[in-house]
């Protein structure tokens, strides 16, 4: 290992956002269920209650797609970790900055490689 980071520190830091994003998730689905009761409410609504519920499902899959995206990244780091390949970039395999992974510890990529494929993407 050349790579001077303390994975403990990082494998708690990593479990505990599993831990709050797990405890989001399951508040947020408890949300949900709270809201369809609301919503029974104004069933008579009809005219408009279509555009209403796609928009609001849209959302929740959104927000559902975002955790769902995140919890796999903190797995994979959760992973990287144990392989040993932590805190390397994916794309040009050069050490991630220390400084970076402690304010995102599930990030894959450098800065300049997250640039860049951020400017791809866009
Ligand atoms: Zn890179």
């Known amino acids: 290992m ?3 980071i303390d994975t403990h520190s990082f494998q708690a830091q990593l479990l505990g956002l599993r ?3 797990l ?3 399951s508040e947020q689905r408890g949300g949900v269920l709270s809201r369809a009761e609301v919503a029974a409410d104004h069933f008579s609504n009809v005219q408009d209650s279509h555009a209403q519920t796609t928009t609001q ?6 927000l559902n ?3 769902t995206a995140e919890l796999e990244a903190i797995d994979a780091a959760l992973q990287r970790l144990e392989v040993g390949t932590y ?3 994916a794309d040009c395999s050069e050490p991630i900055t220390k400084a970076r992974l402690l304010a995102t510890p599930e990030v ?3 800065i300049a490689c997250q640039e860049k494929s951020e400017h ?3």
Do not use: Y
């Open 2 to 4: 050349n790579l001077s």
């Open 19 to 21: 831990t709050t994003l």
């Open 23 to 25: 405890a989001q998730i």
């Open 57 to 62: 499902r849209d959302l929740e899959f959104a």
């Open 65 to 67: 797609e975002r955790e």
């Open 87 to 89: 805190g390397v970039c």
């Open 108 to 110: 894959t990529r450098c």
């Open 120 to 122: 791809l993407s866009h």
